[in-house]
């Protein structure tokens, strides 16, 4: 077996994009499923080079990975949505965390590429490997040349391909993303883009991933003295606990993701 061998690649986001748009015609949609630690659900990537946008949906509700009989499925849920506007270099997304809503603001040109010299079969398609590191996690990828779309599941993108299939694991947690078949569809993605963006709350800006893990720990904080305050003014204290999100592909709160924030009431 030969050595993998490493070597990094700076490619132009922008420049990659608008000859990628000419080479593939009409719109593509691919279907995923993905696994973000104890959660499982489906999401569809449709890319329209035309308009040079791309929306990331969910299509069902999480269930758990496994048999999780603390898992309660809640069929109200909200589906996550994501865009990327390539004109703009710009991705739009939102995170439920707490019971509080975030808006965040990225750029497309996040990623910084490994390519590998590795090779797979994914639905059929010739993929290369690729490697990054991004927000607390490492990511392996495998892109494919045939469907020559610097585009992928959630914020992946940048590479010469397609990416098909996407993983990370820290030991504790896993987040995969696997594709299960790519169509051809015709969609104005422009108008759902603009509903999404009209959708926004008031009083809600799409904010940079800086201000945005500020205002994660501003609301913990609010959060905490909320549950405090409502305990103490039950009488019920002397108490410890903790609180822990999970599920999320980045890591935007140490504390809070991993080991969990723990105060006394």
Not at 220 to 229: D, F, L, Q
Request: with cysteine; hydrophobic share 35%; net charge positive.
């Amino acid at each position: 077996m030969s050595p993998m061998i490493y070597f990094l690649k700076t490619v132009s986001i922008c420049f990659l994009v608008l000859i990628t748009i000419h080479r593939v015609n009409g719109q593509l949609v691919l279907k995923y499923k993905v696994t973000k630690a104890n959660i499982q659900s489906t999401y569809s990537l449709a890319i329209n080079q035309a308009q040079a946008l791309s929306a990331w949906i969910e299509t069902e509700n999480p269930k758990p990975v496994g048999n999780d009989p603390n898992f309660v499925e809640n069929p109200n849920q909200s589906k996550d949505q994501m865009f990327k506007d390539f004109k703009t270099r710009t991705i739009y997304c939102d995170y439920r965390i707490l019971q509080g809503s975030f808006f965040l603001r990225d750029s497309t040109g996040l990623f910084r590429w490994s390519l590998v010299d590795s090779t797979r079969t994914i639905i059929g398609y010739n993929c290369l490997m690729a490697k990054t590191t991004f927000r607390g996690r490492n990511f392996t990828v495998f892109y494919t040349r045939d469907i020559p779309v610097a585009d992928g599941p959630w914020k992946f993108n940048g590479l010469p391909g397609l990416i098909l299939y996407a993983f990370a694991n820290d030991g504790r947690e896993k987040y995969i993303f696997e594709c299960l078949n790519v169509e051809k569809r015709t969609e104005d993605l422009s108008v759902r883009f603009n509903s999404y963006l009209k959708a926004k709350p008031k009083g809600k800006e799409f904010e940079t991933w800086d201000r945005f893990k500020v205002s994660v720990d501003e609301y913990v904080r609010r959060y905490v003295k909320r549950i405090k305050s409502s305990h103490e003014a039950d009488g019920d204290t002397g108490y410890t606990a903790t609180i822990r999100v999970a599920n999320f592909i980045e890591v935007f709160d140490p504390a809070l993701q991993k080991t969990g924030v723990t105060f006394d009431y």
